[in-house]
């Protein structure tokens, strides 16, 4: 009886770590979302600024630096300083620029995990909108507001389908 027992069981684990595996398997199968965000490069001065030289030079080495990557969107809010530092990666991959209102962080968040899933996305924002983006799609508050004179920070946030979100704070 006792050898009974001890091989069911034995059975009953093998079965589970069977499917622990292959639900395992499944969840690594589905891609990871990606997310790239980025400040505005330099701005003049003024309401609704352009670009400066400088700017307009971090904007093409932002499009440069993404050349190989696989974007599915690009994102900016409706200021001409972000659309400025979107476009030319968007040209580069033949996309448009979509506008997000900076004012609802947390509906941009779901529409991009939902909708984007398992693709690769820009969103060009501000020193306040970008780190706080962050925050949204990891569910934590580990990025503080960039420095006003900062424009070179870069966050790579990556979304699986199961666990938790991580963040790469590069600089460009």
């Not at 990557?69 to 994102?75: G, P």
């Not at 529409?111 to 501000?126: F, P, Q, S, W």
């Not at 909108?129 to 962050?134: F, I, W």
């Amino acid at each position: 009886m006792r050898v009974l027992f001890l091989f069911a069981c034995l059975l009953l684990c093998s079965i589970s770590c069977n499917t622990s595996r292959a639900e395992h398997d499944e969840v690594v199968s589905e891609p990871l979302t990606t997310v790239i965000l980025v400040r505005h490069a330099e701005k003049d001065f003024g309401d609704d600024p352009d670009l400066t030289p400088a700017g307009q030079e971090r904007a093409a080495l932002l499009a440069e630096m993404l050349r190989n990557t696989q974007l599915d969107a690009v994102y900016s809010t409706d200021t001409k300083r972000t659309r400025q530092t979107a476009t030319p990666t968007a040209e580069a991959h033949d996309l448009s620029v979509s506008i997000y209102d900076a004012g609802e962080l947390q509906v941009v968040s779901n529409r991009i995990a939902r909708k984007h899933r398992g693709g690769t996305i820009l969103v060009v924002g501000h020193s306040n909108t970008t780190p706080a983006l962050a925050n949204h799609l990891t569910d934590s508050d580990a990025h503080p507001r960039f420095s006003e004179l900062d424009y070179g920070n870069l966050l790579v946030v990556t979304l699986p389908p199961a666990g938790t979100p991580r963040v790469l704070q590069l600089r460009y």
